[in-house]
């Protein structure tokens, strides 16, 4: 078992980091009611662990028994039938699926399956929750419509379901959908902290950390504690005992990215240009997601720019990160373009700025 | 609808009226709707108004008080969002209800006009589509149905269908007509709430009823009986005012790393972009020693990231496009670069 599952707190008292989150679930959860909710926050934050823990508070350990399912649905919209596949997590007392799985047909999933779903009553009378609960993953994912659908989902079924929202960003879950659910923000944890966490699952496992191993560990996971974890795997199984100046790996795409960026740094030339374009096809075809391949890349140029340069480029770097989305909402996914745009442009910026230094 | 457990009931479920005249602040709906009730005659009708404000509310408590309960359900369709309302439904579902006559089953009581309702609720995310497929259901059965378009903006309800209804606007509810609502759910779920909390509660809800009254269970929920301002401002997902404040300080500072500093910690520490945009324009307008000029190339730049963030956009980039082009207006520096 990897060591993010393993030492993935299991109850609510067990949380570590957002101790203060935990007990105001805590409390939420004593009572017999409970609002809907929405978790958000970055990547590696904790939301997950915090929805599990609560699930568990809330019906105890028979909520731990999971089974997966991957189910068809067939959906009549009138004038064809669809047949929709989705993965689901699902115990006796809550159901867990990811609806914008379903892309585009995901309005006929908030329509039918959950509210499906969220009609049912759970049988179990004697149960301490007249309620089930659905969690629901990516909401921010889900386009408007489906949104849309939500809302009233969420009222009129409220008697026998309770819906757990969970997202990276809450300002693309609509405010109509916001304002019904009770909001709780996972802040990524401080450095302090992903120490602190590395240093006990170190001392779990009998391992002899050196001095500011794991404060190393934790300032290049970005605040994203799972990934610490990750890394401090990594350089557990690479050699142990730790060298005292032993640093994780970084992961290949991002080695990957700041090569491109060098190389468009050295030369400005549709020739590179080219050179360039073969490595993004390579970067994307091991589904590494175009907008994270886009801020890796401005995050590497701008080490290197000229503090003049920076605001156009960050300029620049937003703009075809929306193009890129709108591109997607319209014509299906070719990021490639954009990626490629780009980089034309920050040369022919690049170039034009040094000619004009440097003549 | 009916409850199983009373408790683990909303609040803005518990405490939606059930009557036309209670409905709070919209003066002249209630008006006109209670003449209704007593004429039984309706045209129909179109509410639309920011959310939270009670087109919904009004429109299901005057089906209910018209027909009672139980007649509720062979005279009225409710269709919302979550129902699928293609061009399809309409021409299948919808008129095939519409089209049907009225029985003369009365109830005593009740007025029961010689009419069935169709509720749209959410009607501004039906397709043009669809919408153009009613125009004429509406007419060809007057007679028999009355329409409700209830929506958040009239601009996406079609000109003819708008143009065949009377139309509503719900306000924004005012600060003392939403304290004297939230201080009568106060006494009856015995909570105390000083007049400081009820100010910010008016405030951060800005005129959405719903809103305040789902933070104020939350709040009630988390910190038990007696609520202060804090632990309201921390149940809505407000921004604490010194995260924006240093923002603007890194933004001032004119060291583009340190914004780009700035930017990665608030992403980090979760705060919704949209929100901060926000409380962000706030400060800028309020801000003294900030020319006018510079003031509205900043916010100029805050309305395009908005709608980028609308269509999707990463919130890191906006974020840092937003801090570098307030650096670039504060210090003066041209829009684009000019070797």
């Known amino acids: ?359 | 609808m009916a409850p199983l457990v009373p408790m683990s009931q909303p609040w803005v479920e518990k405490y939606r009226p059930r009557q036309v005249k209670d409905v709070a602040h919209q003066e002249e709906v209630v008006r006109v709707l209670t003449n209704t009730l007593q004429t039984a005659d309706l045209p129909h009708m179109l509410f639309y108004g920011p959310p939270g404000t009670g087109k919904t509310t009004t429109a299901l408590a005057i089906a209910y008080q018209l027909y009672g309960p139980e007649l509720y359900k062979s005279r009225v369709l409710e269709l919302n969002a979550s129902d699928d309302r293609g061009i399809n439904v309409v021409r299948t579902k919808i008129k095939d209800f519409a089209a049907v006559a009225v029985g003369t089953a009365r109830k005593a009581g009740y007025p029961c006009p010689p009419y069935k309702m169709i509720i749209l609720d959410e009607a501004d995310s039906m397709t043009e589509d669809a919408q153009n497929a009613l125009r004429r259901t509406m007419e060809t059965y007057s007679k028999v149905t009355r329409f409700f378009f209830i929506c958040n903006y009239i601009s996406r309800i079609i000109e003819p269908l708008a143009s065949r209804c009377a139309k509503f606007r719900f306000k924004p509810l005012s600060e003392e007509v939403m304290s004297s609502r939230i201080m009568h759910i106060c006494n009856e779920e015995s909570l105390n709430l000083d007049a400081q909390a009820l100010s910010t509660l008016s405030a951060i809800s800005q005129g959405d009823l719903r809103r305040a009254i789902t933070y104020l269970q939350s709040a009630a929920r988390l910190f038990g009986s007696s609520i202060s301002s804090s632990d309201l401002i921390s149940v809505s997902g407000v921004i604490p005012e010194d995260v924006v404040k240093s923002l603007l300080a890194a933004c001032r500072s004119g060291e583009f790393d340190v914004a780009n500093k700035e930017v990665s910690n608030i992403i980090a520490d979760g705060y919704p972009v949209s929100q901060l945009m926000a409380q962000f324009l706030d400060v800028i307008v309020s801000a003294d020693d900030i020319p006018d000029e510079q003031k509205a190339r900043i916010c100029k730049k805050l309305g395009e990231t908005d709608k980028c963030l609308v269509d999707g956009a990463d919130e890191y980039l906006q974020l840092l496009d937003v801090a570098s082009e307030t650096i670039r207006a504060l210090f003066d520096m041209p829009q684009t670069l000019v070797f």
């Open chain 1, 1 to 359: 078992m990897l060591w993010v599952d393993k030492y993935r707190p299991k109850t609510l008292d067990k949380v570590t980091v957002h101790d203060q989150v935990a007990q105001n679930l805590r409390k939420l959860v004593s009572e017999q009611d409970c609002p809907h909710l929405l978790f958000y926050g970055p990547s590696g934050s904790g939301k997950k662990t915090l929805i599990l823990a609560l699930i568990k508070q809330m019906f105890g350990a028979g909520a731990e028994k999971v089974k997966m399912e991957n189910k068809t649905w067939k959906i009549d919209t009138g004038t064809r039938t669809l047949e929709i596949e989705l993965a689901m997590l699902s115990s006796a007392h809550h159901v867990e699926m990811n609806p914008s799985d379903a892309g585009f047909q995901d309005r006929y999933v908030v329509q039918e399956v959950i509210k499906e779903m969220a009609k049912n009553r759970p049988i179990d009378a004697k149960g301490k929750r007249a309620f089930k609960v659905l969690v629901l993953n990516e909401v921010d994912k889900l386009s408007r419509e489906a949104q849309h659908s939500l809302r009233r989902t969420m009222e009129k079924y409220s008697a026998s379901c309770r819906l757990i929202l969970c997202c990276n960003s809450s300002s693309k879950v609509t405010e109509a959908v916001r304002s019904r659910c009770l909001n709780v923000r996972v802040n990524a944890p401080s450095e302090d902290q992903i120490v602190q966490v590395l240093e006990i699952i170190g001392k779990k496992e009998n391992l002899h950390l050196p001095a500011g191993f794991a404060a190393r560990i934790a300032a290049q996971s970005n605040r994203n504690l799972r990934r610490a974890i990750l890394f401090f795997e990594t350089c557990k199984v690479q050699q142990y005992p730790f060298a005292s100046n032993q640093v994780a790996p970084p992961l290949d795409w991002e080695q990957y990215v700041s090569e491109i960026a060098t190389d468009i740094l050295t030369e400005q030339s549709p020739k590179r240009l080219y050179a360039v374009r073969q490595k993004f096809y390579e970067l994307l075809v091991n589904c590494i997601p175009p907008e994270s391949i886009l801020k890796k890349l401005l995050t590497e140029l701008l080490k290197k720019l000229d503090a003049d340069l920076k605001h156009e480029i960050c300029h620049w770097a937003a703009h075809y990160a929306l193009c890129m989305q709108e591109h997607k909402m319209r014509l299906g996914s070719k990021a490639i373009f954009h990626l490629e745009a780009f980089v034309a442009k920050f040369m022919s910026i690049y170039k034009e700025f040094l000619v004009a230094t440097f003549g």
